[in-house]
């Protein structure tokens, strides 16, 4: 095995340069860990931190081919990479973690749901279809009513791509694509754990959060930590994130995101092979971050604790409605002089309503008052454009 540290002749592989990607390389390069980034955006968030930054389609099978050969380990920020080329870049001997046929589970969330069956992992009801046709077979055949949901299988992320199903009108606007239909699950609150698993096996999860969504939007608008549900949940959605990693014999991070239904059931929503929106929060709150802990993970390193050193509510700053264009950051002086509060900007260069841009981080020993601090600074800071 290759000298990690410090040896510019081990090089870990990156596709995607957003901001996941930029908080991670704050970590290779305390690490002191050659890196090499592709993104197709020339001004990605990553590019001032990575060792080698290279422009190109994530998607394209030749440019992640080239890419990747004569790395040691390659990773990923984001989901949607060429899967074809990862497997022969894994046939010809560089570590691809996650491993590409996991990301071909999680790619398609028909796929991917059809997995958490196979494997008796709890999810809600549902049924995949490949076009309108089929599908509206399919909620005939089932006796299927609203309220439901429809996803796409592929293609969504954030909230596009799926629709709550709330009327018989619903069902008559629904797209002719491929598909699910899943039960709408009735929740108490949604919540995730983030596991880690490195080639050794050792696995290790974060204290559950809870999320808080914007009520307009369909976006995550606070990331909650602990969550405030009881123990026995708590275990028992730790039990379930771990069992997830093992079932998918995943190397890397894994966000599980779940429902904690009304009658005290867990089901799985849906999973991320990668450093996630809902573990921001670990960079001030536990003794390892999310993204230090898949730099350890996917390099086969120990893996780190994941003990919570003090609660924490994380804020997502998006691009204010009405300004589209270069960014612009209003009233973040006031934000500044407020103790245990940390602003994240990702660095990119134009904004649009509801892009994510940044987050704030809150730290409290009493999370109400971190969750009052992080209310505080978002609604203190404007991202707006000049
Ligand atoms: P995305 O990949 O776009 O984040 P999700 O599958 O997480 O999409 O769905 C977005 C949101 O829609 C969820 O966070 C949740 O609020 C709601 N949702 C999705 N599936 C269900 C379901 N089966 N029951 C109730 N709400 C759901």
């Known amino acids: 095995m290759k000298e990690i540290f410090s040896n510019p002749s081990f090089k870990l592989g990156v596709l995607g340069g957003g901001q996941l990607g930029k908080m991670m390389l704050a970590e290779t390069r305390r690490y002191d860990i050659y890196t090499v980034v592709m993104d197709p955006a020339a001004d990605a968030p990553s590019r001032l931190a990575s060792n080698e930054f290279v422009c190109g389609s994530l998607m394209d099978y030749n440019t992640v081919l080239d890419f990747g050969r004569g790395l040691d380990v390659l990773t990923i920020e984001i989901e949607h990479v060429n899967v074809d080329a990862l497997e022969v870049l894994e046939g010809e001997g560089v570590k691809v973690f996650p491993q590409p046929r996991a990301l071909r589970i999680i790619q ?20 995949t279809f490949e076009n309108a046709e089929e599908l509206h077979e399919g909620l005939k055949k089932g006796n299927w009513k609203p309220p439901f949901v429809w996803k796409a299988a592929t293609g969504g992320y954030d909230g596009f791509g799926v629709n709550i199903v709330r009327t018989e009108e619903d069902i008559q606007n629904l797209p002719n694509q491929a598909g699910l239909v899943e039960a709408f699950v ?6 995730a754990v983030i596991v880690a698993r490195n080639e050794n096996g050792e696995v290790v999860s974060y204290p559950v959060v809870e999320m808080e969504f914007h009520p307009t939007a369909n976006q995550v608008e606070y990331v909650l930590c602990p969550a405030h549900i009881s123990p026995e949940a ?10 997830t990693i093992a079932a998918y014999d995943l190397v890397g991070l894994l966000a599980v995101e779940m429902f904690l239904a ?19 929060l670990t960079i001030e709150s536990n003794f390892t971050s999310q993204f230090e802990q898949h730099v350890r993970a996917v390099t086969n390193m120990p893996l780190g604790s994941t003990d919570l050193r003090i609660p924490a509510v994380m804020a997502n700053l ?12 209003e009233g973040y002086r006031d934000l500044l002089a407020m103790r245990g509060v940390y602003i994240h900007l990702y660095g990119k260069s134009s904004t649009r309503p509801f892009r994510k841009m940044g987050h704030v981080t809150a730290t409290h020993t009493d999370r109400a008052e971190a969750r009052a601090a992080a209310e505080k600074a978002k609604d203190a800071i404007r991202v707006q454009s000049r």
């Open 318 to 329: 998006v691009g204010d409605k009405g300004y589209s264009g270069p960014v612009k950051y």
């Open 234 to 243: 708590a275990e028992k959605a730790k039990e379930l994130a771990e069992k």
């Open 186 to 191: 009735p929740f108490e609150k949604e919540i």
């Open 262 to 280: 009304k009658d005290g059931n867990i089901y799985i929503n849906e999973v991320a092979p990668r450093t996630h929106n809902s573990g921001h």
């Open 108 to 127: 398609n969330k028909a796929v991917q749901k059809q997995f958490y069956k196979d494997h008796q992992l709890p999810t809600s009801d549902f049924f």
